[in-house]
């Protein structure tokens, strides 16, 4: 079993030190810095931008894990491999191809991954595990930090896992919205393996501890 994956969200993090957070995280043992872009069009939020993760690239060894919730991904993709993206997750909702985009994102040498919303069918992605690194499956409406987590997506996560074993496929699960001790421990047992959290970290008393307990979840 590998272990737990833990990536925290800087949108949560102050974003006049978003350097001092990815130290931060960094000396917590995260293993991933996850980069929430929005562009007010895709989601009712506008965040980051490539010139962002060319700063936070220059400050940080974690792995740039960029989850772009934009309408045009393939527009995107070069800018931000070129601004020191590690992974690049574009939601299947926004695209009409995907399979076009993730040969976009793997030609550029990133790893790939399609994140999917809360109601959107585990079975409209699975043709596409095989050529991802990860899914990411959104525990919360896509646009914002700090939402509550939806416990209705739990079983949706269980069938790709169920999916991924019974296909031997490399695929790995990752959670994103809503993310904490308990949420995280019900996400991992119904097959996560990546977790992603911004409020339950940054917004909490002990950001250090916060990154160790979500990393100590065990199923
Ligand atoms: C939501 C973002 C998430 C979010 C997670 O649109 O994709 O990454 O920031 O933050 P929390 O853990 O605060 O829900
Ligand atoms: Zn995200």
Redesign the pocket.
């Known amino acids: 079993m590998n272990p737990l994956i833990i990536a925290p969200?800087i949108?949560?993090a102050d974003f006049g030190h978003l350097c001092d957070a990815a130290q931060l995280m960094e000396k917590a043992g995260a293993d991933w810095l996850?980069v929430?872009v929005?562009d007010g069009h895709f989601?009712p939020?506008i965040t980051i931008g490539p010139v962002v993760v060319k700063w936070l690239k220059k400050c940080t060894k974690l792995p740039l894990d960029v989850?772009v919730?934009i309408s045009d991904p393939m527009k995107f993709a070069k800018p931000f491999a070129e601004a020191g993206a590690w992974a690049l997750t574009f939601h299947y909702e926004a695209v009409t191809y995907p399979e076009v985009v993730i040969n976009e994102i793997k030609r550029l040498g990133l790893k790939a991954g399609i994140s999917i919303k809360p109601k959107t069918p585990a079975k409209l992605i699975l043709p596409f595990l095989k050529d991802l690194y990860f899914i990411l499956v959104?525990t919360?409406?896509?646009?914002?930090?700090?939402?509550s987590f939806l416990r209705g997506v739990l079983p949706k996560i269980k069938e790709i896992s169920e999916y991924i074993k019974d296909n031997n496929l490399k695929c790995r699960i990752a959670v994103?919205?809503?993310?904490n001790s308990e949420t995280g421990f019900e996400t991992v047992k119904a097959g996560a393996q990546i977790l992603?959290?911004?409020?339950?970290?940054f917004d909490s008393p002990d950001p250090i501890k916060a990154v160790q307990d979500l990393k100590s979840i065990t199923a």
């Open positions: 969200s949108l949560s996850h929430d929005m989601v939020n989850h919730m959104m919360v409406e896509p646009g914002f930090g700090g939402q994103d919205g809503g993310i992603v959290a911004g409020h339950s970290i």
